[in-house]
Structure formats: C-alpha cells, structure tokens
Nanobody, 120 residues
Framework: QVQLVESGGGLVQAGGSLRLSCAAS????????MGWFRQAPGKEREFVAKISAPGITTDYADSVKGRFTISRDNAKNTVYLQMNDLKPEDTAVYYCNAVFPDTYTPVHSWGQGTQVTVDS
C-alpha cells in the first residue's frame, strides 16, 4: 500500500505564498498521475490540481488557475504545490493522491494532509 505524507502547510497572510510537498512510498510513483485536493471545514474534499506521470501535462481547478503550480520530482517520489497570492478561501487541509486517468478519482487511501490557513 502506498503511503502519502504531506507537509509544508502553515499560517500565512493573504497574498502570501506556501510550497506544499507530498512524499510517496513505493516504486511505482513515476507511473501515476498525481493530484492535490483540499477540504475546507464543513465542505466536501475538492480537486485542486493534477500532473501527468512524466510531469508534462497539468490541470487546475478554476479557483486556483494562475496562482498555484503543481510539479513533481520522480527521482524523489515527491509532488509539490506552489501556492502564490493566497486568499482566505484557500484555507483548508491539503491532500495529495494518485488519480486514475481521465478522472479526479483517487487511487490510494488518504494521508493525514497538511493544514493551510490564510489570514485576511
């Protein structure tokens, strides 16, 4: 079973930046499409961004386009989420996961996530 460990969250002022990391166990990391998701208090978990297995193609939720950038380092089994111009509505627990092709459906069990809090 793949384990996913997210890190890099914290408290930041509106307009600030954070870089999240997700380290994945297992040898097949480079074969998976990887995604970031988030869940705000009282809301459903939602898709944020995803990146193809070789790291060439990306896809973003409309709410984060132009502000967030997803990237990956397959040699380190790690996927990143650079978040710029953060807004209070970005406050959530952020999770990473592999996703099935042509979907936003997660493959593995969820990790514990990393809390991002944006103060206005």
């Amino acid at each position: 079973q793949v384990q996913l460990v997210e890190s890099g969250g914290g408290l930041v002022q509106a307009g600030g930046s954070l870089r999240l990391s997700c380290a994945a166990s297992g040898r097949a990391f480079s074969l998976y499409i990887m995604g970031w998701f988030r869940q705000a208090p009282g809301k459903e978990r939602e898709f944020v961004a995803k990146i193809s297995a070789p790291g060439i193609t990306t896809d973003y939720a409309d709410s984060v386009k132009g502000r967030f950038t997803i990237s990956r380092d397959n040699a380190k089994n790690t996927v990143y989420l650079q978040m710029n111009d953060l807004k209070p509505e970005d406050t959530a627990v952020y999770y990473c996961n592999a996703v099935f092709p042509d979907t936003y459906t997660p493959v593995h069990s969820w990790g514990q996530g990393t809390q991002v809090t944006v103060d206005s």
